[in-house]
């Protein structure tokens, strides 16, 4: 079987789930299937639910896990809309957001710079695409999303030199309005491209619903791990990990604790994020930016 996304800090990710207890793994973002495989090995005592809204990404992943029989079962949606209807006992969730080495290199989905097409869905059946946000967001809208983003300070200049030439209708032609305001190189384009990719797939919207969702199935002991790839989506978790482990939740401008101080949800399992050896980067340069949280809920 030709694997077309490797997965990243595997030892790490299952490592978290050491503790783990009976019950269901919620794989919120299944893709190939890597992580929940070295799961469902190393656990032998727990089921799996893996969720994925690329349906092409779900029926290879079926197909990778057929192996472990009744123990696995699919679902292909938003991750914070199949979490609502999870009814089962769940001992353990991650989530590995972000985008496949698969989507990312298949030219067709129009993540690459240079695709004939402009899309960037995750999800095909979404209709929003990257030429919505590109050719038809106004000005502001437009500056909003590649400031906030990409981070890259030069976003008035980029916007304008996208509607000037618009319309775009493809990766490569937005690569070379890009390239003829300076910004040549992967380096410079990925950010750019990336801010695109989040505004189209919702992503930090659905990072947010997803930790509320896992908070309401989670159960006593139940683990959970975020993997991320932006700081603005590792901040979201960095920043719900430590509201959900304050005792005390009292405003910060109250002289004495009134709560009661016994609201911690649970305990942050790893104090700074686990992020990928020197090796793993030169095996697998995506996993450069990758960091991962781990979260026990106690009830
Ligand atoms: C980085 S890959 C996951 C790779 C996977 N851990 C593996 O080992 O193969 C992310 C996958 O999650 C999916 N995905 C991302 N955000 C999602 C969401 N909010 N709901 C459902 N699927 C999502 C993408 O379609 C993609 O297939």
Redesign the pocket.
């Known amino acids: 079987m030709n694997?077309p996304?490797?997965?990243?800090l595997?030892k790490e990710t299952v490592d978290l789930f050491k503790d783990i207890e009976e019950g269901y793994f919620i794989?919120?973002?299944?893709?190939?299937?890597?992580?929940?495989?070295a799961i469902l090995k190393r656990y032998p005592h727990i089921k799996l639910i893996g969720?994925?809204?690329?349906k092409e990404?779900?029926e290879f992943?079926k197909k990778r896990l057929a192996k472990f029989g009744n123990r696995v079962e699919f679902i292909n949606?938003?991750?914070?809309e199949?979490l609502k209807e999870i009814n089962v006992p769940v001992s353990g969730i991650?989530?590995?957001?972000?985008?496949?080495?698969?989507?990312l290199d298949n030219k067709e989905r129009g993540f690459t710079f240079d695709s004939d097409v402009l899309d960037m869905r995750?999800?095909k059946n979404q209709t929003f695409s990257a030429k919505d946000v590109v050719n038809f967001y106004d000005r502001n809208s437009l500056e909003e999303v590649i400031k906030k983003y990409s981070e890259d300070r030069r976003y008035k200049k980029i916007v304008d030199a996208i509607i000037k030439n618009r319309p775009i209708d493809s990766n490569r032609k937005l690569s070379e309005i890009l390239a003829s305001i300076g910004l040549k190189d992967k380096k410079q384009l990925a950010p750019i491209f990336q801010a695109i990719r989040i505004e189209v797939?919702n992503?930090l919207n659905?990072?947010e619903?997803?930790l509320e969702e896992s908070e309401k199935i989670a159960r006593d002991k139940t683990i959970l791990g975020i993997?991320t790839?932006h700081s603005l989506e590792d901040r979201i978790v960095k920043n719900k990990f430590k509201e959900w482990a304050r005792k005390c939740i009292c405003p910060e401008e109250a002289i004495k604790c009134e709560c009661g101080g016994n609201n911690q949800k649970g305990i942050i399992l790893t104090k700074k994020p686990i992020t990928a050896s020197k090796e793993e980067i030169k095996e697998n340069p995506r996993s450069r930016s990758a960091k991962l949280r781990g979260f026990m809920f106690r009830r």
């Open positions: 694997i996304h490797k997965p990243v595997l794989d919120c973002t299944l893709g190939f299937g890597g992580h929940s495989e969720i994925d809204q690329d990404a779900l992943a949606k938003r991750a914070s199949a991650l989530a590995d957001i972000g985008v496949s080495s698969y989507q995750m999800n797939n992503e659905e990072l619903n997803i993997i790839f």
